[in-house]
């Protein structure tokens, strides 16, 4: 197997931690070690690290290096610039079948997401790579232990083989009352953003469903081919049409599949998200920091500074060197509004 990890976002959600120069997949959050060594750590040793391949957006390359000093250079695969995953999975693909024969599988992954079973993890790679071969454009659907309203879905159809069902639909985020019918229905999986496919296979799907991103290929493989991989293609990349690869394939595929999995997934996508997953004291706080704390409960604090607590509960309070974030926890993914705020008034250097 190939493994293509998915490195070029910006983590609005993380905000203030997560910045332009240095986004959620760089940092420390949940252990000593960066989000993007974890996902790297988690392949090894089933997939060597000369079939690791990262593909971000240019400005993050020189990160990428750092964080990955012992990957080889022309195993990072640099976007001009950070679009969606539908472009950033064509263009990769794309590179690798210069590489690799086309028939080769590859899995898809993103950079910022938690597993707790490695193990589990490894073995439902081997079963993908069993119906990858088979032409089926596989996704992992992570088996649901409550009605979660922050996750798309996919529902399950017939058996195809020991491992994967057909996708009869994809599913976005649903309300309360609609998440319960999922749980109850039993054929209901999260969307984890996973995929496993041969090379062949998804290039030959952009062909048929995506036919402007493969004209632009065609292009950028010209100029690949006439003056080597560092051109500059970024007047053809800007020209792909910004789809997520759900949408823009998966959604219309005939062989299409999930396999159900369930190891201890997180996509780790916001800060509750965060909490949720985290160790917590006899009072449910969870206190990145030095404390002293009275009668607060249930909050989630990460600062530099020694923090007194007094009947507080449910908060978020994130300490960065210029910023500062105090939010309800249940309300905490809606810190990209306040990314998107900062935008609008220009405060570039709180981005």
Known sequence: MIALIMAGGVGTRFWPLSRK???KQFLNIVSNRSMIQMTVDRLQPEIDLKDIFIVTAAP??????SHLPELPEENIICEPFGMNTAPCIALSASYLSRKY???KTMVILPADHIIASKNDFLASLKRGNETAKLDYLVTFGIKPNYP???YGYIEGGKQIDKNSFSVKQFKEKPDLKTAEKFIKAGNFFWNSGMFMWKIETI???FEKYLPEITSLLQDINFKWNQQGLKVDFSREYARMPKIPVDIGIMEKADKRVVIPVDYGWNDAGSWKALYDISKKDHNGNVLKCDSEVINSRNNY???KKFVSLIGIENLVVIESEDALLIADKDSSEEVKEIVENLKKKKKSELL
Do not use: R
């Open 60 to 65: 993050q390359a020189e990160l990428i290096k």
């Open 301 to 303: 604090i990460y600062s």
């Open 148 to 150: 979660a309203t922050g």
């Open 203 to 205: 290039l030959k799907a």
């Open 101 to 103: 024969d086309k028939t």
């Open 21 to 23: 120069a240095k986004p």
